[in-house]
């Protein structure tokens, strides 16, 4: 009898020293958490927001998880390295925030199954790897219909950068929002084949509003285009971050990405070992698309935008549900969010063609 | 104002900044000196120019930053490849490395802040002039003093290249530096000034860029210009004049090539983006055939390095 009292006190003592030392090892060694961006992280822009993302996690869980990034790294082979470095070096979870670091990000995961792959904007999963994205048209949907409302030439100047589905869903949802308040309404499309580039940004701006444009709206990440709209005293939305600073006469509201509240809940979901392989896509009612107080317009504009953003929050109003009349004339009804992240067509009163 | 006016307005400041830089280039590739850190320098200005206009408040000290910004980058170029003879090319591109990265540093606080714009001229007189007022003064008489000082740029490079004796001088150490040499000419001296004004204009030319095309800094916010100036100064085979043909060819088929999207011409927009560069080579092979018979174009000693034996 005594030797099994004795047998069990050792065993618990053994069994509560190693929980004991356990305990001191992991809140010695923080969760180190990696983020890997194309661009620089003062572009103002896409890359700054997951940047405010990255920065919100570390200041929410400071003393549980240890926060690096990887900036300006192109998409393709070398995007690999940069991922692989950041899983040599011990992070066990890693946000790799651009659609072109898609397969790269998938190649390293196999590599490392024990570490947990976060790629934004991008359709391939693994079970290490998960996706997530915005539904950055929900946005669209309700500054087209705020454009559709103040425009008093029906002349709507849209800057571009490259045909992807996300643009392109972009444009639509822009403009069944504009037709939803304005059915003469025109959109005067641009593409200036670049993410960033100030520059060309402000002259097909300058170009837009010469051809009777009154408001400007970009999918292109500089402030440029609506610094030229305050200076020719024309309306425009900001993109990605709130601009308001650079125009604060002529910025309406902006699309802002906000990614901190989806980067505290993944991260904590890997503290507590519930982290799963998902496909997150969300957008207002998450709070993921967020759009800055609205000025420049009159009252009632504000208020009829307001009720499209509650009305989209609570589900009951969906950019691309109901009826649809593409550009062909050809109809679609309720598209489901397949068809959405992959759109390749524009809604019918576009007169741009979609280059291929 | 009329449409065709704005979209002229759009060319002219579009074309400013290839003009300035370019016309820097050629005086230091016309001392035989090929630099091909024009990007790292402009964005080196671009940064300077920013960051001083907004410290203390005055576009004119961010302009003078801009030139210094610039000159500094070029004088650790000078220093390389004229004193220690490293190799000019590479020396150029690791120059442009280096402004990319550290403008990308420096400029780290004033990412989001939004800048000071250099003021345009504006003679209000002239606007009350029926036809003069509504479309030639906006043009003539409306522009930022920089797009003035461009063009007096180009004409007194042009004058002192081939109307003075530091001008002869100057080709002479491009064209034959060794005879340049025995004829008891500085070649070092001539070429270390010849790259300190290349570097003040491409500095410049980033300054136009952060204080009056867009004013605000944004890391790599000159996207390729600096190349492109280097481009246009093969283009210009080395002729001041045919410069402002050059920029103002590829300003224009850039700003017009959103016109056509604008109005909707159903052009595609990948091939209205190459379009510049498409105009560009056809140019450049125009221009080459004509002149290749007559003499070679480009400065004999460019790009190579001059060790004074005796």
Known sequence: MVSLNKLLATVLTAGLAVAGLSGIASAAEKLKVGFVYTGPVGDGGYTYQHELGRRALQSAMGDQVETSFVENVPEGPDAERAIERLARDGNKLIFTTSFGFMDPTL???????????????????????????????????????????????????????????????????????????????????????????????????????SQGADIITQHTDSTAPLQVAQEKGVLGFGQSSDMVKFAPKAQITAITDNWGPYYIERTKAVLAGTWKSTDTWDGMAQNMVVLPPIANVPDDVKKMAEDTMAKIKAGTLKPFGGMITKQDGSMVHDLDDGAIAGMNWYVKGIDDKLPN | MSPLVQVLLTIITASTPLLIAAIGELVTERSGVLNLGVEGMMVMGAVAGFGAAYE???????????????????????????????????????????????????????????????????????????????????????????????????????????????????RAVGDSHNSAHALGVSVIGVRTVCVLFGGACSGLAGGYLSLAYTPQWIENMTAGRGWIALALVVFSSWQPYRLIIGAYLFGAVGVLGYVAQAVGFGIPSQFLSSLPYIVTVLALVIISKRTLSSRGQSPACLGQAFVPDR
């Open chain 2, 56 to 170: 203390t408040g005055s576009p004119l000290i961010g302009i003078l930053a801009s030139i210094a910004a610039g000159m500094a980058m070029s004088a650790i170029f000078a220093l390389m490849t004229l004193k220690f003879v490293s190799n000019q090319v590479a020396t150029g591109l690791a120059l442009t490395l280096l402004g990319l990265g550290l403008s990308g540093l420096i400029g780290e606080p004033f990412v989001g802040q939004p800048g000071l714009k250099l003021a345009r001229m504006s003679l209000p007189s002239m606007n009350n002039i029926p036809f003069v007022g509504q479309y030639i003064g906006p043009i003539l008489f409306g522009q930022d003093v920089l797009v003035y000082l461009s063009i007096a740029l180009t004409v007194t490079v042009s004058y002192v290249l081939f109307r003075t004796r530091t001008g002869l001088i100057i």
């Open chain 1, 107 to 209: 190649k390293v995961a196999k590599k490392y199954p024990g570490v947990k792959f976060e790629h934004a904007t991008g359709y391939k999963r693994a079970d290490n790897v998960s996706t997530y994205s915005a539904r950055f048209y929900e946005g669209r949907y309700v500054i087209g219909q705020i454009a559709g409302k103040m425009t008093k030439s029906n002349t709507i100047g849209y800057i571009v950068s490259f045909p992807i589905p996300e643009v392109v869903s972009g444009i639509n949802a822009f403009m069944l929002g504009a037709q939803s308040v304005n059915p003469n309404i025109k959109v005067k499309i641009v593409w200036v084949n670049s993410w960033y580039d100030p520059g060309k940004e402000a002259d097909a701006a300058k170009v837009l509003i």
